[in-house]
């Protein structure tokens, strides 16, 4: 079993300023002439995490992470519900991390994401295969609408976790419940915290509750972090994550080259493993790895193990 790497702090971080009047929160940690590797966190809207260091050997890696637009320390913050999404769109992300390459003077690097992050990964590695030395993805998602009825309406993960479920449709008055994300939306956007706040903490609390095999007690989370996950991830899903209509899938010749591991829990309820399996035999040339004991979380011990025995043999490369 490989257990997480120590925890470390960064030794440099700053504020770029990207454009639209964003400015996005970077970190490098880790060996300042290592092997360069960017960590794309999920949500979106998630923001950064202190255990996401600690998939790299810091002694080989020079670690980058940033917190994409409006989540985390990045600014301005969506937990502001006057602050607009309009800028918040995935080809902008796809920009940043390349304006971010370029402005610690990296030439090309591993690049790692889990969950939303695994989409994050998928669009820029397509987008700038020239940067991309290997690929690292943990919960694929493909952002299809399929994906989406699978966590959002009856039918799918609604099944199997029918209380959360009936918490989540019943914080929306009957009258609406035809149409949650549009009735979600609504509230989530509503200037008046009397009403975004407990849209935005059913929408949070049925994200956590399918987040991994065994259940694990919600983080304690702030008014204007809930709220920024809930409008960011609430924005990507209405819009079909802002990819190019024929999808991921059609973009892996462009990448089919690129060293990969993909890896998914079995029993991942957020993102099931049809969505790896299907990026799967679009690239057999990636390794791939279903975890049999292992939701959707990345600090699940056999998920764990695989996304780090993949970052520790891509080190020598």
Partial sequence: MREYYPPIEPYDSGLLDVGDGQRVHWEVCGNPAGKPAVFLHGGPGGGLLPDNRRFFDPSRYRIVLFDQRGCGQSLPHAGDPSVPLEHNVTPRLVDDIERLREHLGVDRWLVFGGSWGSTLALAYAQAHPDRVTEIVLRGVYLVRPSDEAWGFTPGGASHLFP????????????AERDDLMTAYGRRIEDPDPAVHIPAARAWMAWELSANTLLPVPPPDLDDATVLAFARITHHY?????????????AGVDRIRHIPAVIVNGRYDMKTPPDQAWDLHRAWPEAEFHI?????????????????IEATDRFAAH
């Fill in 291 to 307: 975890v049999e004991d292992a939701g959707h979380g990345g600090s699940e011990p056999g998920t764990r193990d695989r996304l």
């Fill in 163 to 174: 209380a959360e479920w009936a918490a989540f449709r019943d914080a929306i008055p009957a």
């Fill in 237 to 249: 899903i209405s819009n079909g994550g802002f990819l190019p209509g024929e999808g991921l899938l």
